[in-house]
């Protein structure tokens, strides 16, 4: 009998670790579309629009202000009920200061509306880093899956720089090819490459958690990122 017992105990915790990690939900399903949309705009290049730079604000203001509708009707994910958590957080307390004091400068500027058109787009940083905060709080079921958009984006990122890269390599000078090709819509080179960097630990996690396609995917785009930030050293 007590064999029988213990037995039974056993597969009830084997039972409850193989579904402690809740269910995706609709709610989930949407954050996860919302990230993806966030990554999808640096993939609007100069090769269509003129003013690409303005662009990409222009669409991260829109989806933030549709994401920040979506957080103020979800009932089960409201800005009320998560945002003073964030108030709690030293580091985020110290971003916002940051944001704060840059924007005193503003009174000694030689150039006024260049300012204040600066100034509008970190504020649209600091807005768009909170609803993705909000979006994820609590979700840390969802790492796997942020993990392999990240992957799958990066890989994009550095298969189109590469392909621009090598296929201009001919007909410019090292310098002046790395400055125009490595900078993919950044608009500079090291805004780009630092961007890889701090991808790296989602394409490293990936290839350690993960077995057949996404392993050897994830391993793929990490010699592409490298490789990138190698050229340009």
Known sequence: MKQKDTILNISSLNYLEDNQTPKQSGADTISLIFLTLYLLIPFISNNKYQDFY???????????????????????????????????????????????ISGLSIVVAFNL????????????????????????????????????????????????????????EKGLELMPLVLETIKWTTGNKNIFTASLVAKLPFLIYLFTTKSGFWKYFSLVTLFISTHIVYLSI
């Open 113 to 168: 509306t260049e300012s204040l058109v600066q100034y509008s787009r970190l504020i649209n940083i600091v807005i768009t880093f909170s609803l993705l905060g909000l979006l994820f709080i609590n979700r840390k079921h969802l790492f796997s899956q942020i993990a392999i958009i990240l992957v799958t984006t990066t890989f994009l990122e550095g298969f189109f720089v590469l392909q621009d890269f090598y296929k201009n």
């Open 54 to 100: 303005g662009l990409h604000w222009f669409l991260i203001s829109i989806l933030n202000t549709i994401v920040a509708m979506y957080l103020f009707f979800f009932k089960d994910h409201t800005i009320e009920k998560y945002l003073p958590k964030f108030f709690k957080s030293n580091l985020y307390l110290i971003y916002i200061g940051f944001t704060i």
